[in-house]
């Protein structure tokens, strides 16, 4: 059955089953492969995409479910104000090694500084504790969250 | 800078050009292996510049290393793979220093597979593992970039008519200094390409590196945190079918028979692969292929380890652990030592199988024709892969294009090509190319596993306390001979790299990476014997693990040494610290460890501090004291790992530090969770529900402190894993009077009693 999508702002139309995950109409059928797999489950959050500013695991969200939502993921998040700033913060810190898990990192960052500006140290172990990172990149990734927090705010004093 | 464009079609010319003339022009590099060794080995570095079809001939391409094009763009063909450890940051760094031209000027590309171009100067064939890039290509890619360097200027003092000693490099650019006059390299490349060899090139004084020791930022980044890296699973190829695997559950099982008909009806489903002992589903993608393979009624037979269970391996495991060994080290009179000890302290330590879990599951996409083969994937072998297709296929090797790319985690997985074999075992069978995707599932129960390991230890104490006797017997499967097993046609290259010494050892049946780390501890033990006993257990497969032999090792001479310590009624670093005085680095990367981590002071209860010591890897030391809390219900915490590192001259600090921080936390998933258990044959756990990783709310801060120092360098992508468990472990003790001889650490056993 053909559903129409719409991500990063732009509406897709696919043929696939209706319980077919997200993920796998973003990577295979969209050829958009910044979503990485990692375990199927909603168990490493690799997968992590915004839907409708939420993070999500896309392994196990069935394409009939979207609807009309708006699907954002690492190709676009850097086009909204805390993706940009957490993708800067990622390299001013050299956050990423393998940087295999960081699509699903950048993108549940993004949306816990979307919705708390000033994240406290339990925000980020609730927001960010579903993302596994084999490399252990997550005395960086905390320090690079309040680094893009302190620069939102400094933003945030000027405007 | 390297994304999409990093990869195959430059560098297939550049394997047709290596191919087509890696004989006809070479020079010969004496590089020194490491620092004190003593032992020359002889490097060829072929030069594609000889070979107009490499690319085109405004290519300037004095080795295999650097290519530089008419238009100034510098080319650094990378053979060794970036798997997190930064090697894509640091082999640059090398190169650029010499080659004089920024960062930020030079374009990376994956190297094609080639031992003759690019072997590991440490193992004879082109692989990235053992921590061994940075010391192992230290000089030889600095004598790369110094060759271009010294050419180019050559070729501007041509141009310019004056002495070469009066122009010098800079910024990708040769200067002529009494008249400031310029030449960009792309200016200078076809009058470089045309001049001989120089017969020696001179590198620069330490004191005048620009690159080397700064923290340059990661050339890699950029793509990791938008997307657009290309990991091997991201492959998209023209016509590109999609499949997922399912092997026997049981090691050693057969497939018997398989109904398909069910799977067949699934929208998107393709083709059913039948194996000798696996199934595979070719869909339009990954969701119709699993949901295909879950359709499908197989039936397995299940082999001669269908009734297999941990319990049976370890029975094995102990009683073989009763026998003598292939001594790995002895010196003086351990038994007579023993006998005259005022005390003597005995133990049995027990490691499990560990499962790799990369966060990318292994993954290849191979399209077979009847005359050659292409494969992509991301390999820390990329000439095994190579060979085992070319076997598989039938094709002369070079028929066989491997395109490599970044690896979504190696840890020692990605050194084995079990899944690229599957991968093309299928691929025979698909008209047009695969991408063959495992689940995790099937990535975790189907992986090739740390060894289980059984170490009978003990020690006889004077009446200081001191050790007088140390014995240490290592029971457990050997990768060594394996691999050894395997290397085929590579076996005089790997066996000329390895040396003498490791040759005899393995004539002898000893398996020197399981004893690394045991047969050299720093401290002063007097009549030692370190032994090794073979034991393969049935059916389950094993290879490297991030840390290979210490990490094992390490922790059982470690915990053992901190029993000493609490037999001898002394302080645990107190103690180790008397044992190292002919050992500096190690005493001092302990002291530095002991005195950041406010090491004494008082803690609150079911709190404390453990440290351990390490030397491997080359020439690196470190030392690491973990400060962990455990709760009543037995639950650990480990709140602070502070690591001190003294790793000889390091090339970027920050790569150094991150990697440091990288190999604690998965240590400390190893000491806290991990565990790889067989029944019925089968591995147990499959998901991250069951086989845990450490997560962001678990993890310690971690402060690390670096050495200065001008030795020679040493590995740094593996030992801060291997020291962690011991120190964890330690700190467990002094927390809770519970001695941790197994892993993973049992929390039921540390709960506080009513």
């Known amino acids: ?159 | 800078m390297f994304p999409d464009r990093l990869g195959s079609s430059a560098a297939d010319g550049a394997a047709e050009a290596s191919r087509e003339c890696n004989l006809s022009r070479r020079t010969f590099l004496a590089v020194g292996a490491a620092a004190g060794g003593g032992l020359l080995l002889s490097v060829s570095l072929p030069a594609l510049s000889c070979n107009a079809k490499a690319a085109d001939v405004s290519t300037f391409a004095p080795n295999a290393f650097v290519r530089i094009g008419r238009d100034g763009g510098v080319t650094l063909m990378m053979h060794k793979v970036e798997m997190g450890q930064g090697t894509y940051t640091s082999m640059p760094m090398l190169l650029a220093e010499e080659l004089e031209v920024d960062l930020s000027q030079v374009r990376l590309e994956h190297a094609p597979p080639s031992d003759d171009l690019y072997a590991e100067p440490l193992f004879g064939v082109q692989e990235t593992g053992g921590s061994t890039s940075v010391r192992g290509n230290w000089e030889l890619l600095r004598h790369a970039g110094a060759t271009a360097r010294s050419l180019l200027v050559a070729a501007a003092a041509q141009s310019w008519t004056v002495d070469e000693n009066s122009c010098h490099a800079a910024r990708g650019e040769v200067i002529h200094g009494p008249t400031g006059r310029r030449l960009s390299y792309g200016a200078l490349v076809d009058k470089a390409a045309a001049l001989p060899l120089p017969r020696k090139v001179q590198l620069k004084d330490p004191k005048d590196f620009k690159l080397i020791g700064t923290p340059a930022k990661r050339l890699d980044a950029p793509d990791k945190v938008n997307g657009t890296a290309q990991f091997g699973i991201d492959v998209k190829v023209p016509g590109m079918k999609v499949a997922t695997v399912a092997a026997c559950p049981v090691f050693g099982g057969k497939l018997a028979s398989v109904d398909d008909s069910k799977a067949k009806a699934i929208k998107g489903v393709h083709q059913i692969v039948r194996l000798n002992d696996a199934v595979a589903v070719v869909a339009d993608h990954m969701w119709a292929a699993k949901q295909g393979l879950a359709a499908l009624d197989i039936r397995w037979d299940e082999g001669p380890n269908a009734k297999l269970s941990t319990a049976d391996i370890v029975q094995q495991l102990a009683a073989a652990s009763q026998r003598p060994g292939v001594v790995a080290r002895r010196e003086g009179d351990p038994a007579k030592a023993m006998a005259s000890a005022t005390q003597k302290v005995e133990a049995v330590y027990e490691v499990p199988f560990l499962a790799h879990a990369t966060m990318e599951p292994v993954n290849c996409t191979v399209h077979v024709r009847p005359d050659s083969c292409d494969i992509w994937v991301g390999t820390q072998v990329p000439t095994f892969a190579q060979t085992a297709a070319a076997k598989l296929t039938g094709l002369p090797p070079e028929r066989v294009r491997v395109h490599n790319h970044l690896l979504g985690g190696g840890f020692g997985r990605r050194l084995e090509v079990d899944f690229i074999v599957r991968a093309v075992e299928i691929a025979k069978q698909v008209a047009g190319p695969v991408k063959v995707v495992w689940t995790r599932e099937e990535d975790i129960q189907h992986d090739m596993y740390r060894p289980y390991y059984y170490d009978r230890i003990a020690a006889g104490l004077d009446e200081h306390g001191k050790p007088i006797a140390w014995t240490h017997r290592i029971t457990g499967s050997s990768i060594m001979a394996r691999v050894t097993s395997e290397l085929f046609p590579k076996t005089l290259r790997v066996m000329r790299a390895a040396g003498l010494h490791n040759l005899i050892a393995m004539v002898r049946g000893l398996d020197v990476d399981a004893v690394d780390g045991a047969a050299e501890p720093p401290y002063a033990l007097p009549n030692i014997r370190v032994e090794y006993v073979r034991q393969e257990p049935p059916g389950i497969p094993t290879a490297f693990w991030r840390g290979v032999g210490p990490t094992h090792n390490i922790f059982v001479v470690e915990s053992f040494i901190d029993e000493l310590a609490v037999a001898a009624k002394q302080d645990p670093f107190e103690y180790r610290r008397a044992l190292l005085d002919k050992s500096l680095r190690a005493k001092a990367v302990l002291e530095l460890a002991a005195e950041q981590a406010g090491w004494g002071k008082p803690l609150p209860p079911r709190s404390g501090r453990g440290i351990a010591l390490l030397h491997a890897f080359g020439e690196t030391y470190i030392a690491e004291v973990a400060e962990v809390s455990v709760s009543k219900e037995g639950d650990v915490r480990v709140q602070r790992v502070v690591c001190a590192v003294d790793c000889g001259t390091i090339v970027n600090p920050d790569t150094v530090k991150a990697q440091m921080e990288s190999g604690i936390i998965f240590g400390i998933t190893a000491a806290l969770f991990g565990e790889i258990t067989i029944k019925d044959g089968r591995v147990e756990q499959g998901n991250f529900d069951d086989y845990q990783m450490l997560r962001i709310n678990e993890a310690p801060s971690i402060d690390v402190h670096l050495v200065k120092s001008t030795e020679a360098p040493g590995g740094v992508g593996e030992p801060g894993t291997s020291a962690v468990i011991p120190a964890v472990a330690n700190a467990i003790f002094a927390a809770t009077g519970k001695r941790v001889r197994k892993l993973p650490i049992d929390s039921a056993q540390l709960r506080e009693l009513q």
């Open chain 1, 1 to 159: 059955m053909a559903y129409t999508i719409k991500v990063n702002m732009v509406d897709h139309s696919v043929d696939v089953d209706g319980d077919t995950a997200l993920l796998w109409v973003l990577r295979d059928v969209l050829g958009m492969t910044g979503t990485k797999f990692g375990c199927g489950k909603a168990l490493c959050g690799a997968c992590t995409v915004l839907i409708n500013d939420i993070a999500t695991r896309s392994c196990i969200v069935t394409i009939d479910s979207v609807g009309t939502a708006a699907i954002t993921t690492i190709e676009a998040i850097g086009n909204t104000p805390s993706g940009k700033k957490i993708q800067k913060a990622w390299l001013d810190l050299e956050v990423v090694q393998c940087g295999y898990c960081q699509s699903g990192q950048i993108m549940a960052a993004s949306a816990l500084l979307a919705s708390k500006p000033n994240p406290r140290d339990a925000d980020i172990d609730d927001a960010m504790a579903g993302i596994i990172c084999r490399c252990g990149t997550y005395v960086r990734i905390r320090e690079a969250i309040k680094h893009a927090a302190q620069s939102a705010g400094t933003n945030e004093q000027r405007g």
